[in-house]
């Protein structure tokens, strides 16, 4: 469904979409990044329960597709909405309630640390000028203070380039952690290592996790039962585990988001569970697109002992042994544990948060967070081995 406040410049004729269901087919040879991808994005919609306002933006030019941003009013996110990142710990003050989120356009995936116009190549600038006012047109409209691109990736030049030139200010973030995959085989990855320290704890994590049963599932997997539910639910529950340990909250996802997602999206989608017996100690889920896996869902059952069970037997060494039989360029395993990614292979990638006020009280409140914000996240990754902002 088209939206009102379509527009032309440069050439381009940009339409915004008020679902991810509603977008045309030829947008999904644009997207580079799996949680730009129209199917993953329409799931989430449709199924996550999650308060959320889809304001999709798609450039036409004569040929058809040239440019696709997906883009929220936010409420809740899987990732920290943009009030999240700007205010931290002070997001839930009374006085800033409504500001970064009910008041900001965010381009963003629901569930994925990223945020970009999705493009051709070899496509003019020109199409991500007519996105970037487009979206301004979007939030003057629906008279919104804030617009916002909330993980931007330090490789994505000419779109920070622009950003800048449309008057966005930058903050980093935080980086993320890939790995490419050029091995023929786990010992190969083994040697590639530096140091025989960390290749002699990878081979004792590896040998407790011999105890252990551990499949791959295909499609069909969630119809199954484990102690008799749903596993679908099981999975959720030990989600929620791992997502209340590290946050202090249970998870926004409903608890049939699962087995909807894997009815829609399942070619895509990797999982591996770990058991013992009859009792699923923990799991990974992967969505692998244009060959790269990205690390996304994991859960595990910290109420049982923990000496058989290594994290990240489930959390890296299965997916790089899954990525070589399956010739994945790279695994992108999100931010966070940087030390232990670094030693274990992994690059480092800057993710940026730029934003723009479109009213004098936005600017103002920007003016006054903005290098408070900067400040905090410059300290907190200011640490050896972590890329310089």
Not at 85 to 114: H, I
Not at 154 to 179: D, F, H, M, Q
Not at 239 to 257: A, E
Not at 259 to 272: I, V, Y
Request: proline share 4%; with cysteine.
């Amino acid at each position: 469904m088209l939206a009102q406040g379509e527009m032309i410049l440069t050439g381009f004729e940009v339409s915004v979409q008020d679902s991810a269901a509603f977008l045309d087919g030829n947008v999904c040879g644009l997207v580079k990044n799996c949680f730009s991808d129209p199917a993953w994005l329409a799931a989430f919609e449709a199924h996550a329960g999650l308060d959320m306002e889809p304001c999709h933006h798609v450039a036409q030019s004569r040929s058809g597709p040239a440019a696709f941003m997906p883009a929220y009013i936010e409420k809740q996110s899987m990732c920290g909405t943009l009030r999240d990142r700007l205010l931290g710990r002070f997001s839930k003050a009374p006085v800033f309630r409504r500001w970064g989120r009910e008041n900001a356009l965010v381009c963003a995936s629901p569930w994925g640390f990223y945020s970009g116009i999705e493009s051709n190549r070899d496509c003019p600038e020109d199409v991500y000028q007519a996105v970037i006012h487009q979206m301004a047109g979007t939030a003057c409209q629906k008279k919104l203070g804030l617009t916002g691109f909330i993980f931007v990736p330090e490789s994505r030049r000419r779109l920070r380039a622009c950003l800048y030139e449309n008057g966005y200010r930058k903050v980093p973030v935080c980086p993320t952690a890939i790995l490419d995959l050029k091995w023929n085989d786990f010992d190969q990855y083994l040697a590639s290592l530096a140091g025989a320290k960390i290749r002699n704890v990878i081979r004792r994590e590896r040998k407790k996790f011999k105890s252990l049963s551990f499949q791959w599932y295909d499609g069909s997997c969630l119809e199954t039962r484990f102690g008799g539910r749903p596993l679908h639910s099981v999975l959720t529950r030990l989600y929620n585990n791992t997502h209340y340990k590290h946050h202090g909250q249970p998870s926004l996802l409903s608890d049939s988001f699962l087995k909807q997602l894997w009815k829609t999206d399942h070619e895509n989608l990797r999982l591996c569970i770990a058991a013992k017996e009859d009792t699923i100690m923990s799991f990974v889920i992967l969505r692998v697109y244009n060959s790269v896996a990205h690390a996304f869902m994991i859960g595990r059952d910290y109420s049982i002992n923990d000496d058989f069970f290594s994290y990240f037997n489930m959390a890296c060494y299965e997916p790089v042994i899954k990525g070589i039989e399956e010739k994945w360029r790279a695994i992108h395993f999100r931010p966070g544990i940087y030390y232990a990614k670094l030693k274990r292979g992994c690059r480092l990638e800057n993710l940026y948060l730029y934003v723009k006020g479109h009213n004098p009280a936005a600017r103002g409140f920007l003016k006054a967070c903005l290098p408070a914000a900067e400040k905090y996240y410059r300290r907190k990754y200011a640490m050896p081995a972590l890329l310089n902002y």
